[in-house]
T-cell receptor, first 110, second 114 residues
Framework: TQLLEQSPQFLSIQEGENLTVYCNSS?????LQWYRQEPGEGPVLLVT?????EVKKLKRLTFQFGDARKDSSLHITAAQTGDTGLYLC??????????FGKGTTLSVSS | EPEVTQTPSHQVTQMGQEVILRCVPI?????FYWYRQILGQKVEFLVS????????KSEIFDDQFSVERPDGSNFTLKIRSTKLEDSAMYFC????????????FGSGTQLSVL
């Protein structure tokens, strides 16, 4: 069974702080994606990482794919209240459907 | 921006009843998916659909579930005889290419089985 473990499950921080959330697996993935989900809405794709060691930046968000393509991290610099939400990692193994981790619920307070 | 639309947004049904959840994928997309999310749990894959047939399904997608693309625009999920444990948010998604490409998700249908 493919499993994507996300940590921490919950994170509560103050505006302006930095944070990192993690997505780990014992399996190799051909790609990993990060989604953000707001309450009552579907997940919205933030980024896809494909190459081992790849780093992608999206404004204050930095995404990294592990060298072995088994793990990924999302780092947010100077968090804002608008960053509050559920962050999901999801992965593809070759020829299989996209599977999701349980997510990290981020709360940023002012 | 084009979007995936799902109806209804909420569906309440009695145990044992049939429900049909409807989705209109993005018009030029070729791959369609159903996922579900039970409250407090992760988003789970149900089924993928391409070229008018199921391309992959999970263990959850048993004989009580079926999918159909009845016309050129709609993509439906039918649950024949609902169970209490079918209560969940059901998300439809579509993409224009397979595997690594971006999945666009709808806002979901909240199904409550009483």
């Amino acid at each position: 069974t493919q499993l994507l473990e996300q940590s921490p499950q919950f994170l509560s921080i103050q505006e302006g702080e930095n944070l990192t959330v993690y997505c780990n697996s014992s399996s190799v993935f051909s790609s990993l994606q990060w989604y953000r989900q707001e309450p009552g809405e579907g997940p919205v794709l933030l980024v896809t990482v494909v190459t081992g060691g790849e780093v992608k930046k999206l404004k204050r968000l930095t995404f990294q794919f592990g060298d072995a393509r088994k793990d990924s991290s999302l780092h947010i610099t100077a968090a804002q209240t608008g960053d509050t939400g559920l962050y999901l990692c999801a992965g593809h193994q070759a020829g299989t459907a996209l599977i999701f981790g349980k997510g990290t619920t981020l709360s940023v307070s002012s | 921006e084009p979007e995936v639309t799902q109806t209804p947004s909420h569906q309440v049904t009695q145990m044992g009843q049939e429900v049909i959840l409807r989705c209109v994928p993005i018009s030029n997309h070729l791959y369609f998916y159903w996922y579900r999310q039970i409250l407090g749990q992760k988003v789970e894959f149900l089924v993928s659909f391409y070229n008018n047939e199921i391309s992959e399904k999970s263990e959850i997608f048993d004989d009580q579930f079926s999918v159909e693309r009845p016309d050129g625009s709609n993509f439906t999920l039918k649950i024949r005889s609902t169970k209490l444990e079918d209560s969940a948010m059901y998300f439809c998604a579509s993409s224009d290419r397979d595997s690594n490409e971006k999945l666009f998700f709808g806002s979901g249908t909240q199904l409550s089985v009483l």
